[in-house]
């Protein structure tokens, strides 16, 4: 603000000079309590201050100007609303001090209750409540409490000890059978402890304890669970929180009051109905502190019908006003219902997905918004197997669903046991205090990984996602002893050799093995379950979803597949086609023997012979890829890895020869592989010769997979299908490799299609970035660019994946250098630009250049999001996450207005 600014700002709001489209402003809290005053609902009144003023504080150290004036004029007005004044000591008003920011993050930050009690207004406290001595000091005893502990960081066991001695002294384990005598008693502790604690008196002054829980909830935005739970939910550092004062009203006063949550449909599920807790005589706090068994909601019925079918009624309006799943606080005082807090409830991935597709049915939103509403991540989670969780087991620990999945295994400590283990066919999982470099290898042997310590972007949590490896991290109920190779959790021993089970999902860990059950949205994305005759409202759900999904998206989505089943599957899940093709596979196993041959050949005779024995082979697995995908393009791309991978390791090859040649027996052959691999050493393969550059050193290797591919598209062709192929030229950055090989593959191309009618399309992955930053050029020689996202990040930001994934991401993100691996979701500041560079600059040399995606960025939606931006025409990605692909590319095509749910 310009520092002539005359008006004053604007600090604080009423209830009913809010709304809820003013999240940014007054939180998620304050925003939905002044929407719903302005419904008419009875919210006890309040104000609330602003992000603005919370931000200003944190950056300056001290509340901004004007801001102590507004306070004390809505105070005013407060006091004067409700005919009472702050901690008056005939007749007190009470408030509430609540945090409340943009996004919800339950239980991070602060809220005081009772505000404006002392040792005199209690006692008007206890009169306004017709001489209700326990209520009064009940009340304060609380306020003490949560002021303490909250405002002035007072350990809060020492309270909760204070509590359980005073209990004990009365023979109680019920907090409802302490009497006012005991409550003042408990009274006196709570301070002695506040004092020992603080080094001063608990404040009496009702104004200054206003002013302390204000700011404290300032404070408990950069509090650091905070911190870490906004890092793990990618909630932006510098929003700041709301603080909300509203008047207190009581569901301590007796049998006739109470407290509660409501949610208006099942979070879990989905299912219509009623589900809530409610606790009678209680406060705010106790139902989700777990103090005394609370009751189902359904139960108010018998115990205040009036109440039970008002709230009700609020519940009805508030989803039909929201349109969505609300999630609720109320209290009851003494027979009054009182609203304290509404928002569009959090639920499970299978409840976004079946409330979706409800509220379709009655007529409260449309598919667009429907579509909207839930996304890839929720729909991946649905794919995963999950555990059958009908009997006997109960989660013994619960961390971090850090990469989701279900897995068992035989408990390891050791990334070398792992290993071991794994070869000798056994799951296992890897449980470790926290994982790091040197366990890569048994990261990757183990079925899932369990650690004790970290959070979401902890080395466990980064390479098990990157890995697509179940993970659950943080688990810190486990004491995970290595050296002992053992860990306990809740009290029993769990040796190497044990079985436990994970959830990457839930985080929960179970001890033995918990059955594993498939998931039924891939039995019906497999089209094994008939969405129109079912009666499971996710699949039927998800179902309409997705066809609206499929009606609605610009973008195509096609598969990466190597294999005729692959195709087939990917096929079923909905795939357009192949979008990459990877021919290596095709050299290893049986064939390696081939590939030596022709990487060895000293004549053109050898060599010529070796690339004849392959073709056939490359032949048929072209016409088995051609068949599945009939009437789809397929894009093959031409041999792209280091020659040496289809070769013997340098290290093995020579210890075999000397060993041989310690025996005398004849090891020409030998010694000639060994001299080739010593030949094609690299220091760095991945930049060395691989892609295009094989195929301009190697004479004929490219030339006989074209020469494959074309005559697998006639063969398929003439017997009555329709190959659509697309031959693909990897790791080109200068136009002149791309003329080069296209001019021979032309000449054979034509000679092997003749009047076949096959068209062969030939064009080149855009990977490297010098390709991206001459587009123009070398789209004048390729028909399609395909991008390859993995290698362009790598050579984007000098990357090698393998080695840093594993040896420094977890803390680039922990510093936030970039918030998600570029290797997951694109970078769209950096390699994105490349993407767009080469986009623009591709399609204004050849208008209409077909355009696609093939690294695994496909399938991310984040970069799905992206793709669509940039105007591709098509991603590609792995089977599974096609139907996500499709999902996405269909929410990035419609627009609304819709809430922002997180
Ligand atoms: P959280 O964000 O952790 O839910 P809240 O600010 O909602 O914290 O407050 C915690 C509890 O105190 C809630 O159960 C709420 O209903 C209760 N509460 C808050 N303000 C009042 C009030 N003015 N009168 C009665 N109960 C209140
Ligand atoms: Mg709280
Ligand atoms: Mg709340």
């Known amino acids: 603000m310009a520092a002539q600014e005359t008006v004053e700002h604007k600090y604080v709001y009423d209830f009913a000079e809010g709304n809820k489209d003013l999240k940014d402003l007054l939180g998620g809290k304050g925003a939905n309590l002044a929407e719903m005053t302005n419904l008419g609902l009875p919210v006890p009144p309040g104000f609330t201050i602003t992000t603005e003023a919370c931000k200003a504080y944190l950056t300056t150290g001290r509340e901004p100007d004007g801001l102590a004036a507004q306070i004390e004029a809505h105070l005013e007005s407060l006091e004067r609303e409700m005919g009472r004044k702050l901690g008056d000591p005939q007749d007190p008003l009470l408030v509430s001090v609540r945090s409340g920011a943009k996004f919800s993050m339950p239980g991070m930050m602060e809220t005081v209750l009772n505000v404006g009690l002392n040792d005199r207004s209690v006692v008007g406290l206890s009169a306004q409540a017709g001489g209700n001595d326990r209520f009064a000091w009940d009340s304060y005893r609380r306020l003490i409490q949560m002021f303490g502990k909250t405002v002035c960081e007072v350990p809060g066991e020492e309270f909760e000890h204070a509590l359980d001695d005073a209990k004990r002294a009365k023979g109680t384990q019920n907090d409802l059978d302490l009497d006012a005598d005991d409550l003042r008693g408990l009274v006196d502790a709570y301070k002695k402890i506040f004092a020992k604690h603080t080094g001063r008196e608990f404040p009496q002054e009702p104004r200054e304890q206003l002013d302390l829980a204000i700011r404290a909830v300032f404070e408990s935005w950069n509090a650091e669970r905070a911190v870490v739970y906004r890092r793990q939910e990618r909630i932006p550092a510098d929003l700041g929180t709301a603080v909300n004062v509203v008047a207190m009203v009581f569901g301590n006063l007796g049998a006739d009051s109470g407290t509660g949550v409501a949610f208006t449909r099942d979070p879990g599920s989905g299912a219509q109905g009623i589900y809530g807790d409610y606790l009678a005589n209680a406060q705010g706090e106790d139902v989700v502190a777990g103090i005394r068994n609370t009751v189902p909601l359904q139960e108010l019925e018998q115990i205040d019908k009036k109440s039970y079918d008002e709230l009700l009624d609020y519940m009805a309006r508030l989803e039909e006003h929201y349109k969505d799943l609300c999630d609720i606080e109320f209290t009851i005082e003494r027979g009054k219902l009182w609203m304290l807090q509404t928002r569009v409830g959090k639920r499970t991935a299978a409840a976004a997905f079946v409330i979706a597709g409800q509220l379709v049915d009655e007529g409260l939103i449309d598919l667009d918004e429907a579509l909207h509403r839930v996304n890839g991540a929720q729909l991946a989670q649905l794919m995963f197997p999950r555990f059958r969780l009908d009997h006997e087991f109960q989660p013994v620990a619960k961390g971090i669903g850090a990469s ?169 899940f909905g795939a357009e086609g192949i979008g990459l093709c990877r021919t290596e596979h095709m050299f290893l196993g049986d064939r390696r023997e081939l590939v030596e041959r022709l990487i060895l050949a000293s004549t053109d005779e050898e060599r010529e012979a070796a690339l004849a024995a392959l073709l056939p082979l490359q032949r048929e697995d072209f016409i088995d890829i051609f068949r599945e995908m009939d009437g789809l393009p397929v894009t093959v791309r031409l041999i792209d890895p280091p020659l040496h991978e289809f070769l013997p390791p340098l290290e093995q090859l020579a210890v075999n020869v000397a060993v041989a040649q310690e025996r005398g027996e004849d090891v020409a052959k030998e010694e000639a592989l060994l001299a080739a691999v010593r030949r094609m050493h690299e220091e760095n393969p991945m930049l060395g010769l691989r892609g295009v550059r094989l195929g301009l050193v190697i004479p004929g290797l490219f030339a006989m997979q074209v020469r494959a591919i074309a005559e697998a598209a006639v063969e398929v062709t003439r017997s009555g299908g329709s190959a659509c192929p697309e031959i693909m030229v990897p790791l080109v950055g200068a136009v002149q490799e791309l003329e080069t090989v296209r001019a021979e593959a032309e000449k054979i191309i034509a000679e092997v299609v003749g009047d076949s009618g096959v068209e062969v399309l030939i064009g080149t992955m855009i990977e490297v970035p010098r390709a991206a930053l001459t587009a123009g050029q070398i789209a004048e020689a390729a028909q399609f660019f395909s991008f390859g996202t993995n290698d362009l990040t790598q050579m984007g930001w000098g990357f090698s994946r393998d080695d840093v994934e594993g040896a420094f991401f977890w803390r680039y ?75 996405e590319a269909g929410r990035a095509a419609i627009t609304t207005t819709g809430s922002d749910s997180r």
Request: proline share 5%; with cysteine; aromatic share 4%.
């Open 404 to 572: 989701p999945g279900a897995a068992s295994g035989k408990v390891v400590f050791t990334s070398a046991r792992a290993v071991e283990l794994a070869a000798e066919g056994e799951s296992v999982i890897l449980v470790r205090r926290e994982t790091n470099p040197d366990d890569l290898n048994g990261m990757i042997a183990a079925k899932g990984i369990l650690t004790s310590r970290g959070g979401k972007t902890s080395h466990a949590a980064v390479v098990a996602r990157g890995m697509g490896k179940t993970c659950v991290s943080g688990a810190d109920e486990l004491d995970v002893n290595v050296p002992a190779k053992k860990f306990i959790v809740a009290g029993q021993t769990v040796n190497e050799g044990d079985v436990v089970s994970i959830d990457g999902t839930t985080g929960k860990v179970y001890l033995g093995e918990v059955p594993v059950m498939p998931s039924e949205v891939v039995q019906y994305f497999e089209g094994s379950l008939d969405p129109e005759h079912i009666d499971n409202p996710l699949v039927r759900a998800v179902h309409r979803i997705m066809t609206h999904a499929d009606a609605k998206r610009r973008l195509l989505v096609r598969t990466n597949a190597d294999t005729g089943a692959d195709a087939a599957r990917a096929r079923r």
């Open 813 to 887: 993100l922990e510093l936030g250098i970039f918030g998600i691996s570029p290797f997951e979701s694109i970078d769209r500041e950096g390699v994105g630009r490349l993407v767009r560079i080469a986009a623009e600059e591709g399609r204004a040399a050849r208008p209409g250049l077909k355009l696609g995606v093939c690294g695994e960025h496909g399938g991310d939606p984040d970069s799905v999001h992206f793709f669509h931006e940039v105007g591709l025409d098509y991603v590609s990605c792995s089977p599974f996450r096609v139907p996500v692909a499709r999902l």
